[in-house]
């Protein structure tokens, strides 16, 4: 309350509409697909869990970044902080999650389109075509600049918001209260959470846009916390309203066809769209197109510019235009040879933003922590901080690992 009316409020706004844009995307799509097994309750806490490690990491690299020069990043962090070979393992696997995001965003959006199409036309081109159409489109603009990119995703992001409110606001006065508390076909089951955690791992995932904060606001570390705890319980609060929303418009044995028809993001919403009017399913497909073109762009512009440091390509329009191949050329590959692998994408990036972004920042913690010297700022429950964090991302990848192995359950 201390921001609300102070000289600090512009900065602490503008702060955690970052936060909350950079975790908010495509991947809260996946959410009620990868929640259908436990259903709401145990999608609460999921949910609240996943907050919170994800908020404590948050501040983790907050606290070890105020340490440093505002400018520096999380590598530099890491690679001043842990060694060379925790370097390479962290860039790899920022790397890996982006390729992974950037491949679940073709495929989803690939299914938006030709799901959108279908509902307004009766006819949709195969999905090879659509994913085409929607990845070339977007890598159009990432490739052309950087502004572009800034300019498209400033609308698609008012679009995103607007269409967010008008389709789950539709989806909520629809809904079926019997189906969210759970009758005797909608009984949750606990062992469902654990294929579950990795998503919810990554549709917190924005710990890069810490240094960002702080390089932007300077060191100030009441406002950049402020800017961490306000973001993530927007974003919280936007994933719980649209967990309510599908849940109340499908049952969980409706959400096993979703899931057989490939999982998709399409899936989900034609599915949705047979119990709501016209206009709500189509602010629904828009609400789904703008999630995803919006994560696309930010996804793809961190990954081409990432590529384009590691091979050394310049920003001339031939170096551009290799970079965008490099960069674009494999997930585009992947989203047309295996068109409905959304779900599994996004549970996999969380097995890598497990490392990246989670067990990286407790260690990153502990370390800092020995060196010792003056902290300008400390993380709440300082001396469980570290412990915690290693449980959860440990913990998030033996659970998909496993998942993945069919040792643990897949709902289906």
């Not at 970052?18 to 799509?29: E, H, Q």
């Not at 607007?162 to 809904?175: E, K």
């Not at 930010?298 to 440091?309: I, P, Q, S, T």
Request: aromatic share 14%; net charge neutral; hydrophobic share 55%.
């Amino acid at each position: 309350m201390r921001y609300l009316f102070g000289p600090d409020f512009q900065k602490v706004m503008g702060g955690s509409m970052v936060v909350a844009g950079t975790a908010i995307g495509a991947g809260m799509l996946g959410l009620p697909m990868i929640s259908a097994g436990m259903w709401f309750n145990w999608s609460l806490l999921a949910l609240f869990v996943s907050w919170f490690c994800m908020l404590r990491a948050s501040q983790a690299i907050l606290e070890v970044n105020l340490n440093f020069e505002p400018g520096d990043s999380l590598h530099t962090m890491v690679n001043r902080t842990l060694g060379p070979i925790w370097s390479l393992i962290n860039g790899l696997a920022v790397a890996f999650v982006l390729y992974t995001l950037v491949y679940a965003y073709v495929s989803g959006g690939g299914s938006v389109v030709q799901q959108a199409m279908q509902s307004s036309w009766g006819y949709a081109p195969p999905r090879v075509l659509t994913s085409l159409f929607f990845s070339l489109l977007l890598t159009a603009c990432v490739w052309w600049s950087s502004q572009m990119v800034d300019r498209l995703s400033v609308i698609l992001m008012g679009g995103m918001i607007i269409t967010f409110f008008l389709s789950v606001g539709g989806m909520i006065g629809n809904a079926d209260w019997g189906h969210i508390w759970g009758g005797q076909a909608d009984s949750g089951e606990f062992i469902f959470l654990f294929g579950a955690v990795s998503t919810y791992l990554t549709s917190f995932c924005f710990h890069a846009s810490v240094p960002s904060l702080i390089k932007y606001l300077g060191k100030e570390p009441r406002v950049i916390n402020a800017c961490l705890r306000n973001g993530t319980f927007i974003a919280l609060l936007c994933y719980l309203v649209w967990i309510v929303a599908a849940d109340g418009i499908l049952s969980r044995e409706e959400f096993r066809g979703v899931i057989a028809a490939g999982g998709n993001v399409g899936d989900l919403v034609a599915a949705s769209g047979s119990s709501l009017g016209y206009i709500i399913q189509k602010m629904l497909e828009f609400f789904a197109l703008f999630a995803i073109a919006t994560s696309f762009l930010g996804a793809g512009l961190g990954l081409f510019d990432y590529m384009a440091d590691l091979c050394n390509f310049d920003n001339s329009r031939r170096g551009r235009t290799l970079t965008m191949l490099v960069t674009f050329l494999p997930p585009m590959l992947g989203g047309l040879i295996w068109p409905d692998g959304f779900l599994a994408a996004i549970g996999w990036a969380g097995l890598a933003a497990a490392i990246w972004s989670v067990i990286v920042p407790a260690l990153l913690l502990h370390v800092s922590r020995r060196r010792g010297g003056e902290a300008l700022y400390r993380v709440p429950g300082a001396r469980w901080a570290v412990p915690l964090l290693l449980v959860y991302g440990i913990g998030v990848a033996v659970c998909h690992t496993l998942t993945v192995l069919n040792y643990l359950p897949a709902f289906k």
